[in-house]
């Protein structure tokens, strides 16, 4: 998919993991560089779709997304991560990574489009409200394994 001139949408590839591992580790806690290209291996032709923006270098941005099935309802996706590089921001990158996102999930069977929001982010709330999402009830968490000084 390609959004404008210079600009393409696209599945990421093993390629792409160095300039992910950055563009993550300036929003938050850094990834190796290998494990983040056995993520990408191990998603692609999976439930999900890792998607990137690129324009002449590396990733200005990326979503990620997961479809699940219920018992009830048609599979749902959920954005896990959506990411621009903060010099990109505020041209539309996010809008269009979203547009891909939603096609992704169409394509996939998907009936509807979940995005889950980090705490403290009122940015991100914003956004979502201006591209059509609602709020939609509660999420609580558990980990699966103790921490390294729990007991």
């Known amino acids: 998919m390609s959004g404008r001139y210079g600009l393409e949408i696209r599945a990421a590839n093993a390629a792409d993991a160095p300039g992910l591992a950055a563009l993550i ?10 494990t983040l290209v056995e993520r990408i291996e191990a998603l692609r032709g999976r439930d999900g779709a890792a998607l990137v923006a690129v324009e002449w270098g590396p990733p200005g941005g990326l979503v990620v997304l997961h479809w699940y099935r219920t018992l009830v ?79």
């Open 73 to 151: 309802a048609e599979p749902t996706a959920q954005i896990t991560t959506l990411l621009v590089a903060p010099d990109d921001r505020r041209r539309g990158l996010g809008r269009l990574l979203l547009k891909a996102a939603a096609q992704a999930a169409r394509s996939a069977g998907c009936d509807g489009l979940e995005m889950l929001l980090p705490p403290d982010r009122p940015d991100l709330e914003a956004f979502c409200a201006a591209t059509g999402f609602v709020a939609a009830g509660t999420r609580m968490t558990r980990p699966l394994r103790k921490k390294g000084g729990e007991r």
């Open 25 to 34: 580790g300036a929003a938050g806690p850094g990834i190796a560089v290998r």
